[in-house]
C-alpha cells in the first residue's frame, strides 16, 4: 500500500474519526420541522447529525429553470453528505403525508439507495412501506417504530467504543 494510501486507510479508522462519525438525516422537505426535531434530540443525546438544506429558504424564483437547477444543486450536497466517509448512517423520517402510511418521495428513495450502495446503515423513523418493502428488506433497513434508541444504541456502540480508553487489570 503506498504511503499516501496508507496514511488514508489509517485517518479512515482512526478514533478520531470514529468519533466524528455521524447521521444523515433524510425525508421529505414537507417534515423539515419534524427532521429539525429530530435533529435537536441527536444532539441532547450527543448523536452527531446532519440534515438537509432547506430547500426553499431563501430561495424565491418565479424561472422554473433555475429552481430545477438549484434543487438539482440541495440534492447533489444532500447525497455527498451520504456518501461521505464520516457518514455512520441515514434515518429517514417517513411520516404519513398526503393518506400515504410512512411516506417515502422518491427523491428519498433515491438517498436510501446511494446509502445502500455507500455501505451505511439504513434506519427509517416509521414502518418500512409496502410499496419498497422488497428493496429495503433487502438491503438491511431497520425500521425503528417511531423510537430512536435502537440506532442510538448501535452508533454509540460503532462509532465511540473506539474512543474509550483501555484499561488493564491491576496486579
Known amino acids: 500500500m503506498s504511503s499516501a494510501a496508507s496514511l488514508r486507510h489509517e485517518q479512515m479508522h482512526s478514533p478520531e474519526l470514529a468519533a466524528a462519525k455521524r447521521v ?9 420541522s419534524q427532521m429539525r426535531q429530530i435533529k435537536n434530540e441527536f444532539d441532547r443525546l450527543g448523536v452527531r447529525s446532519v440534515m438537509p438544506d432547506d430547500i426553499d429558504a431563501g430561495f424565491n424564483v418565479l424561472d422554473k429553470r433555475s429552481y430545477m437547477s438549484f434543487k438539482k444543486g440541495i440534492s447533489t450536497s444532500h447525497i455527498n453528505k451520504i456518501k461521505h466517509p464520516l457518514t455512520y448512517g441515514v434515518l429517514v423520517a417517513n411520516f404519513d403525508k398526503n393518506g400515504v402510511h410512512g ?3 422518491a427523491n428519498t428513495f433515491a438517498e436510501v439507495s446511494v446509502a445502500f ?3 451505511k446503515h439504513i434506519f427509517l423513523l416509521g414502518e418500512i412501506p409496502r410499496q419498497y418493502s422488497d428493496e429495503l428488506t433487502a438491503w438491511g433497513a431497520i425500521s425503528l417504530h417511531g ?5 442510538v444504541k ?5 462509532c465511540r467504543h473506539e474512543t474509550a480508553q483501555l484499561r488493564f487489570p491491576q496486579f
Do not use: C, K, P
Request: cysteine-free; aromatic content about 12%; hydrophobic content about 45%.
Open 24 to 32: 444523515v438525516i433524510s425525508g421529505s422537505v414537507a417534515f423539515m
Open 103 to 105: 411516506y417515502i418521495g
Open 117 to 119: 450502495s455507500s455501505r
Open 147 to 151: 423510537d430512536l434508541s435502537q440506532l
Open 154 to 158: 448501535m452508533y454509540e456502540a460503532s
